[in-house]
């Protein structure tokens, strides 16, 4: 990614004025020390090092970068797990982050879309290479924009050439979009309202209206909510037991979790936003969940026990994906992304940013899965790298 298309990404995400703003500030959150949770099983799983390396990470972005709390889940290739926190979980009491607490996973959201998109491809209800007009005809036009010319594919792996629809629920957040309730199709206005980027297959840029128009996909040939089909597909299946799509209206989150905060510029007052309307993200962003249930879904993706080896294979074709992350020479398949490592090769990874959290999660080869989470977004470009090098060290330290 280069610097210019990551400082803009970090405007973006960190919208304009703060009308809400809380009394303390983010460099005021530093006070509690790292926790280290063991899991019920396989305490002795993790090294003293790679503990104290994740201490420290965590730790650091606390203290260094200004995120009012952090978690990460580590867990090995026998899935024995150990949960790790820093910070505070409120800023107003103080209060610990709860271990393995959840929060909103925002852009992972787009793997389990895209799984549930790849499931009906092989039941053979779905063709990827089919344009997306194939199944909702007439409803995909705009300046350069053509549904007949748009794949399943391509949306699934951002080559459509759609821009994105971001800047217009972000805008104005605190004081207009936070609490508002968005319909997909207006979602999809916003960004078909938009001149295409590049020709379809011709170009990559990540785009949430890609994850519209999948979800909606869904809906059409199953006939019911896509937030239905991604609970009984892969949720229940795997026993996510803390990881839910919440319901139309449902601004909360249910289960134990530490605060979100929102803040418009370094070292400006933080914003309680963890109360929020997540329709804006939708098929491509609205999921709630914990770290190790990410974990435990992408360890199982990986392993076979939702795909076929056919569309798994699909799944992790990918592309160049020059504005992936901060690490540089980043790959996107269908959904499933690559994390370069500083220990050699890739991981398999997505991450997400929703106001309030921010997610980096992956999985090794090996079977190694590690999650990091922040509980705000970043507002400088050296804070969205470490929150990346954290993951690194996460599954790096041995």
Avoid at 42 to 69: H, I, N, W
Avoid at 172 to 185: A, G, I, N, S, V
Avoid at 253 to 282: C, L, M
Avoid at 338 to 343: I, M, Y
Wanted: aromatic fraction near 6%; charged fraction near 20%.
């Amino acid at each position: 990614m280069s610097k210019h298309s990551r400082r803009r990404t970090l405007t973006a995400l960190s919208g304009v004025a703060a009308a809400l703003a809380l009394s303390v500030p983010a460099a005021n959150a530093l006070t509690s020390d790292t926790t280290v949770t063991p899991a019920a099983h396989g305490q002795d799983a993790f090294k003293s090092r790679t503990d104290a390396a994740v201490r420290k990470s965590l730790k650091s972005l606390v203290k260094e970068d200004g995120f009012p709390g952090a978690l990460a889940s580590l867990s090995d290739p026998g899935g024995r797990a150990r949960n790790y926190t820093a910070g505070v979980g409120n800023l107003k009491t103080r209060s610990r982050v709860p271990a393995d607490g959840q929060v909103r996973i925002a852009s992972n959201t787009k793997m389990f879309t895209a799984t549930v998109v790849l499931q009906l491809v092989g039941e053979g209800r779905i063709d990827l290479d089919a344009p997306i007009e194939t199944y909702l005809p007439g409803l995909v036009r705009g300046d350069g924009i053509d549904g007949r010319n748009i794949t399943v594919r391509q949306l699934l792996q951002h080559t459509s050439g759609l821009a994105d629809y971001d800047e217009e629920v972000v805008k104005d957040y605190l004081t207009k979009q936070q609490h508002r309730y968005f319909e997909p199709r207006e979602l999809l206005e916003f960004g078909l309202g938009k001149k295409a980027l590049f020709a379809p297959g011709t170009g990559w840029s990540y785009s949430n209206t890609n994850y519209v128009l999948a979800g909606l996909l869904v809906q059409k040939v199953t006939g019911r909510p896509v937030g239905e089909e991604i609970t009984n597909r892969i949720i229940k299946p795997l026993g996510l037991r803390h990881t839910y799509w919440p319901g139309v209206g449902d601004q909360t989150i249910k289960g134990r979790h530490p605060h979100g905060y929102f803040a418009t510029a370094p070292n400006t007052p933080y914003t309680d936003v963890t109360e929020q309307d997540p329709s804006a993200a939708w098929a491509a962003g609205g999921l709630i969940g914990t770290p190790s249930d990410l974990n435990r879904f992408l360890t199982a993706l990986l392993d076979g026990k939702l795909l076929e080896p056919e569309q798994l294979k699909e799944m992790k074709t990918t592309v160049d994906a020059p504005d992936l992350d901060t690490v540089g020479d980043g790959h996107y398949g269908l959904g499933l992304a690559t994390f370069k490592l500083s220990c050699g090769g890739y991981a398999w990874t997505h991450g997400g940013n929703a106001p309030g959290y921010t997610t980096r999660n992956a999985v090794t080869e090996d079977g190694r899965a590690a999650t990091i989470a922040v509980t705000a977004l970043p507002t400088t470009l050296p804070a969205a790298e470490h929150i990346e090098a954290a993951l690194d060290t996460a599954l790096c330290t041995r």
